[in-house]
């Protein structure tokens, strides 16, 4: 199976910051990364697909980069609503393993 | 618009089966595929297999193999999941989520639905 990896697992931050988060698959899996976010007892919401691809009505602070093994999420400007974890997840091979969250929280 | 209308939550015993399902609505349901997604208490995202409902290919994660069964209903846009010898440890929110293909990103997810494990 593929190992996808986030780091780092939770980090603090003020709105107005840039944040990134990164994840790292086990081996090459092209562009077939993509990102959710969920808040606490909510759904999870595609945010980015394809690696860097937004999804339709996401606020444009936040993009994606990489392909291979290699990916971050960057949020510009952290607003109130972003505080929430954010997952990644590799939808190249089976099973379509998810990264073990990113918890963004307040500083 | 696109809607995905899961099951009521669910309390079950160790060894039993749970059944939840996946009202779909607002797309030409035979298009997609749906996947089901599980999240126990307090943890992260567990993918757990996708099924097409045109053909009825179905995947399975390797941790579900032999005690998931995916089912689709295309007279009502309806997916099943079905998970059995249940222990513990599946106590968990699970979720049904809309995918293009197999290998595309779940775009839409339903409310999810909770299934407690315990005697």
């Known amino acids: 199976d593929i190992q996808v990896t986030q780091s780092p697992s939770s980090l603090s931050a003020s709105v107005g910051d840039r944040v990134t988060i990164t994840c790292r698959a086990s081996?090459?899996?092209?562009?077939?990364l993509n990102w959710y976010q969920q808040k606490p007892g909510k759904v999870p919401k595609l945010l980015i697909y394809a690696a860097s691809t937004l999804q339709s009505g996401v606020p444009s602070r936040f993009s994606g980069s990489g392909s291979g093994t290699d990916f971050s999420l960057t949020i510009n400007s952290l607003q109130p609503e972003d505080f929430a974890t954010y997952y990644c997840q590799q939808s190249y091979i089976s099973p379509r393993t998810f990264g073990q969250g990113t918890k963004v929280e307040m500083k | 618009q696109v809607q995905l209308v899961q099951s009521g939550a669910e309390v079950k015993k160790p060894g039993a089966s749970v059944k939840v399902s996946c009202k779909t609505s607002g797309y030409t349901f035979t298009t997609y595929g749906v996947s089901w997604v599980r999240q126990a208490p307090g943890q992260g995202l567990e993918w757990m297999g996708w099924?097409?409902?045109?053909?009825?290919?179905?995947d399975y994660a390797r941790n579900f193999q032999d005690r998931i069964t995916l089912t689709t209903d295309t007279s009502t846009s309806t997916a099943y999941m079905e998970l059995g010898s249940l222990r513990s440890d599946d106590t968990a929110v699970y979720y049904c989520?809309?995918?293009?293909?197999?290998?595309?990103?779940?775009?839409?997810w339903g409310q999810g639905t909770l299934v407690t494990v315990s005697s």
């Open positions: 081996r090459n899996i092209r562009p077939y």
């Open positions: 099924i097409n409902p045109y053909n009825a290919n179905r």
């Open positions: 989520a809309r995918v293009f293909y197999d290998d595309s990103p779940l775009d839409y």
